[in-house]
């Protein structure tokens, strides 16, 4: 046993500083409606409006959501208190005070379990076995976060080392620190005190603050996808926006597949052919918005009256659809429009938006994911949906 203390004694005092002296990691701090990339910025879900003056936003703070569907809002600083009361000694120190646990002396360290690696304060998932890897620095890493909205990164300058201390996105719980020198694919070692974390096995249940939030689906297809995810991703209460092909007849569709899809005469199609059309898969939080509100914004950024055509894309990929999950959604979508026109918002033109039934919905290739986010300049939409004039209103002096 003294050997052993021994050895915890000198790895406390030796090996953090060979280990964290090492270059500092390119892992940023996580910044408000960025891409989910590891090694840029990282992506959280903010739904308050960053731009208005301070003093509009000091209430209650506006939910933030992970795109893998936590809640990652950062808890208030007296909720931090009241739940790290519950921590024993060396959780607390390493926690709140910044500590670093002793290398090879942690439990997780040898942990081979499936599962998930929770903040030991607030229960939010920070990693999951995975992504777990033997770096033989006598402490538990991992090449990657459960999600990169979950643990936020900060510059550490102490001990005279550049260092990225990492942290709980939620309750601010130190963790550890992260390096740029982990295996593949993402080059980086997450480098953790076990203290700070609690394990939950895959097969275990896990409580109520390590689980995601109750979310809702809903589809939209509005003309060419790009614009109308990305004005979803933006509205409060929208954990996340996807682009994909639904309700046509061909199963895991290619974009050039959907492209061409008109182009074949009606007579060789095979008897019940329908083509996919454009649309976008939203999960959102029904606490936060109402599937009638996504409606709204849904109505305002496209036009419904053009049949099979938004603006300059003329084809079936472009056609107005509600695609619903249930026969509340059906419903709803239907009054919806109903109220529209009774509104005669529209010169008196037909909506000639369909609904119906959700089928297989098939996500579209990976680079049309995000791709207004990084091709700004290609905006396609014909009018903004209320969260964001509502932002440009809040913005303006
Ligand atoms: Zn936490």
């Given at each position: 046993m003294r050997i052993l203390i021994a050895a915890c004694l000198l790895a406390l005092v030796i090996l953090p500083v060979v280990a964290l002296g090492m270059a500092r990691a390119n892992y940023a701090p996580p910044a408000a409606d960025a891409p989910a990339k590891l090694t840029t910025k990282q992506s959280t879900k903010q739904?308050?409006?960053?731009?208005?003056?301070a003093k509009e936003t000091t209430a209650v703070p506006a939910k933030k959501y992970s795109r893998s569907g936590y809640d990652v809002t950062p808890l208030p600083r007296a909720k931090v208190e009241e739940l790290a009361k519950k921590l024993d000694p060396e959780a607390y120190r390493v926690t709140q005070k910044a500590g670093t646990e002793a290398a090879f002396c942690g439990t997780l360290l040898d942990n081979h379990k499936d599962g998930a690696y929770c903040c030991?304060?607030?229960?939010?998932?920070?990693?999951?076995s995975a992504n777990k890897f033997n770096s033989g620095t006598g402490w538990p890493s991992f090449f990657q976060p459960f999600d990169v909205a979950h643990v936020a990164g900060k510059q550490d300058n102490s001990h005279g080392m550049e260092r990225v201390e990492i942290n709980c996105?939620?309750?601010?719980?130190h963790l550890g620190h992260v390096f740029d020198?982990?295996?593949?694919?993402?080059?980086?070692r997450f480098c953790l005190n076990g203290a700070a974390l609690k394990f939950y096995e895959k097969s275990e249940q896990r409580p109520a603050e390590s689980m995601p939030i109750k979310t809702e689906t809903a589809y939209f297809a509005g003309g060419c996808f790009w614009g109308i995810e990305h004005y979803f991703q933006q509205a409060?209460?929208?954990i996340s926006a996807e682009s994909g092909y639904m309700q046509?007849?061909?199963?895991?569709?290619?974009y050039k597949e959907v492209c061409e899809q008109d182009d074949t005469a009606a007579s060789k199609r095979p008897a019940g052919y329908k083509p996919h059309a454009e649309t976008v898969k939203v999960t959102f939080d029904p606490t936060t918005i109402s599937y009638k509100d996504l409606l709204r914004g849904f109505f305002e950024m496209h036009d419904p009256t053009q049949m099979n055509r938004q603006g300059p894309d003329y084809g079936t990929q472009y056609r107005s659809g509600l695609y619903t999950t249930d026969d509340a959604q059906a419903a709803e979508a239907k009054a919806f429009v109903a109220e529209l026109l009774a509104k005669n918002l529209f010169s008196g033109r037909k909506i000639v938006t369909e609904i119906e039934p959700a089928k297989t919905f098939f996500p579209a290739e990976a680079y049309h994911q995000d791709y207004l986010e990084q091709h700004p300049e290609r905006g396609c939409h014909i009018g903004k949906p209320w969260w964001l004039t509502k932002k440009a209103a809040a913005a303006a002096p």
């Open positions: 739904t308050t409006d960053t731009t208005a003056p030991v304060v607030c229960g939010l998932p920070l990693f999951s996105a939620r309750c601010d719980a020198d982990g295996p593949k694919p993402t080059g980086l409060p209460g929208v046509g007849s061909v199963d895991k569709p290619t």
